[in-house]
């Protein structure tokens, strides 16, 4: 039976309780809010009595119905959405925005087993393709080839698993004319990461499935925009790598030189996702695109400080944070800024290398991340002006929540696709 969902700013009934949001009569649900986070909420309350065929009616804005779209969205049930009226003009930016979020939402739940690095590049260029087929080059880097081009940080934190590691390198070119890019998105693809050496506890490897949320992002991101009609160039690059256990895995103690003259000893082998970005940076600089945006779920400290409601935003270049931080809020997902100065890019010491990957105490010890983002601000051109970087706290529940069902939430992709419309 399709239920029919209607809204009203009115309280509902004395009967329902006081301040029910939920309001039942026959066939139909009225909920007592016009807030989207209310929206949202009252979408999972649905879900989770079993009810899964919905018929928005009455009056509903686009967020209204994009936060009923999230707050339904269900790994293990097929829910089906009958959307109430909207403009032309807003009814293609729903579609294009549930489009995107339910690839990013169930790449992001595949099982590790599926998704191995090289399925995880060729699926995203896939997307990508599908959207633009006449405007899109790419190009996969896998196994040895890394190293012989370079890309040592995703080659080393890859090597131990029995497949590759790989670097998707994607062109969006809407006027396949070759111009220099807008932009250049690059995202962390490690598909499982057990931690290596440094082994993650069976509780905190139970969703790194998820560690891939960066590349998810970003590919999202610009899926996003190019849905909403951007036509300018932007680069994609995806460092994807399993970070597992084997006799042929990188190890504590272990330098790597980067091809920018930057050696890194490996104090932690659990702080890969550093290492594997580093590629993606130089790939990015190299380009000369003057916005660069890398995401990634790079740290716990990062958790730790925003919670899982929001994204951390870091940045050297104060307006570009700034500028990051307005569109987020434009698009009604919340981002929160923490530090970054030029001497967190020192707070990793070595004795035997420019720098270490980590601090080798549990979590990076304090600042940890602000000391992740200080050692990328090492790999990025012209003292960070133009890049952000996105530490994506809000990217995975382990459980469900008011908000969001347990597995990817999809947070962030709206505010990448907005700034490369900028």
Same mark, same amino acid.
């Given at each position: 039976?399709?239920?029919?969902?209607?809204?009203?700013?009115?309280?509902?009934?004395?009967?329902?309780?006081?301040?029910?949001?939920?309001?039942?009569?026959?066939?139909?649900?009225?909920?007592?809010?016009?807030?989207?986070?209310?929206?949202?909420?009252?979408?999972?309350?649905?879900?989770?009595?079993?009810?899964?065929f919905f018929a928005l009616q009455g009056d509903w804005e686009l967020e209204q119905q994009w936060a009923f779209f999230q707050g339904s969205y269900e790994p293990k049930i097929d829910v089906q959405i009958d959307f109430a009226d909207l403009s032309d003009d807003d009814n293609k930016e729903l579609e294009a925005r549930i489009q995107?979020?339910?690839?990013?939402?169930?790449?992001?739940?595949e099982t590790p087993e599926v998704l191995a690095p090289q399925v995880l590049a060729q699926e995203a260029a896939d997307f990508i393709q599908s959207l633009a087929p006449d405007n899109v080059r790419y190009q996969i880097v896998s196994g040895q080839d890394l190293e012989k081009q370079g890309h040592v940080g995703t080659w080393e934190v890859g090597r131990g698993s029995t497949r590759p590691p790989a670097i998707l390198k994607l062109e969006?070119?809407? #006027?396949?004319?070759?111009?220099?890019?807008?932009?250049?998105?690059?995202?962390?693809?490690?598909?499982f990461d057990s931690g290596g050496y440094?082994?993650?506890?069976?509780?905190?490897?139970?969703?790194?499935?998820?560690?891939?949320?960066?590349?998810?992002?970003?590919?999202?991101g610009l899926a996003l925009a190019i849905l909403r009609g951007l036509d300018k160039p932007v680069h994609l690059y995806l460092c994807c790598a399993?970070?597992?256990?084997?006799?042929?895995?990188?190890?504590?103690?272990?330098?790597?030189t980067y091809p920018n003259g930057i050696s890194v000893e490996i104090h932690n082998t659990d702080a890969e996702g550093r290492l594997v970005l580093a590629d993606g940076l130089l790939l990015a600089g190299?380009?000369?695109?003057?916005?660069?945006?890398?995401?990634?779920?790079?740290?716990?400290?990062?958790?730790?400080?925003?919670?899982?409601?929001?994204?951390?935003?870091?940045?050297?270049?104060d307006d570009e944070r700034n500028d990051y931080l307005n569109v987020a809020q434009s698009e009604n997902e919340r981002h929160w800024p923490l530090?970054?100065?030029?001497?967190?890019?020192? #707070?990793?010491?070595?004795?035997?290398?420019?720098t270490a990957n980590s601090?080798?105490?549990?979590?990076?010890?304090?600042?940890?991340?602000?000391?992740?983002?200080?050692?990328l601000s090492r790999f990025v051109p012209n003292d960070g002006k133009g890049w952000i970087h996105v530490d994506l706290a809000g990217a995975y529940n382990d459980s469900p929540t008011a908000y969001f069902a347990a597995g990817g939430t999809g947070h962030g992709f709206r505010t990448i696709a907005a700034k490369l419309l900028k």
């Open positions: 039976m399709t239920l029919k969902v209607l809204l009203s700013k009115d309280s509902a009934p004395a009967h329902w309780g006081e301040g029910a949001l939920l309001s039942y009569k026959e066939d139909a649900v009225t909920i007592h809010a016009e807030g989207a986070d209310l929206v949202q909420m009252a979408a999972r309350k649905l879900v989770s009595q079993g009810l899964s995107t979020s339910r690839w990013m939402r169930s790449i992001v739940n969006f070119d809407p #006027k396949n004319d070759s111009s220099a890019p807008v932009a250049a998105l690059v995202g962390k693809g490690i598909t440094s082994i993650k506890q069976s509780a905190g490897m139970v969703h790194m499935k998820a560690d891939m949320g960066g590349a998810a992002t970003v590919t999202a399993e970070n597992l256990i084997s006799g042929h895995a990188y190890k504590l103690g272990d330098i790597i190299q380009t000369g695109a003057p916005l660069i945006i890398d995401a990634a779920t790079l740290t716990g400290a990062a958790v730790t400080a925003v919670g899982e409601d929001y994204n951390a935003v870091f940045a050297l270049d530090p970054l100065e030029p001497f967190h890019a020192a #707070k990793c010491p070595s004795n035997f290398a420019d601090r080798a105490v549990k979590g990076g010890g304090p600042g940890g991340a602000s000391n992740a983002a200080g050692f």
